[in-house]
């Protein structure tokens, strides 16, 4: 996405997130119940994205459109 972030680094919190991925903040951590995802800790605890996360939300958002279901992401997401 952008070559000044580095893809890793935990920096967006979840209402950038939600504006990114067209997903809610709901749906943004049952991923992450799920262990699709695992954003960091800021320092107030609240959790921060990475530009990868959302590159994988989205990914995820897609699947889901096409009918895919959680056990069927976890299976196609190991491999990447």
Do not use: C, W
Request: glycine share 6%; proline share 4%; aromatic share 4%.
């Amino acid at each position: 996405m952008n070559d000044a972030i580095p893809d890793h680094l935990s920096t967006f919190p979840i209402s950038v997130v939600e504006e990114l991925t067209k997903l809610s903040a709901r749906q943004i951590r049952y991923y992450e119940e799920q262990g699709l995802i695992k954003p960091g800790r800021n320092d107030g605890n609240r959790r921060v994205y990475s530009l990868a996360e959302i590159e994988r939300l989205k990914k995820i958002k897609k699947l889901i459109d096409q009918g895919v279901n959680i056990a069927g992401i976890k299976v196609m997401l190991e491999d990447l």
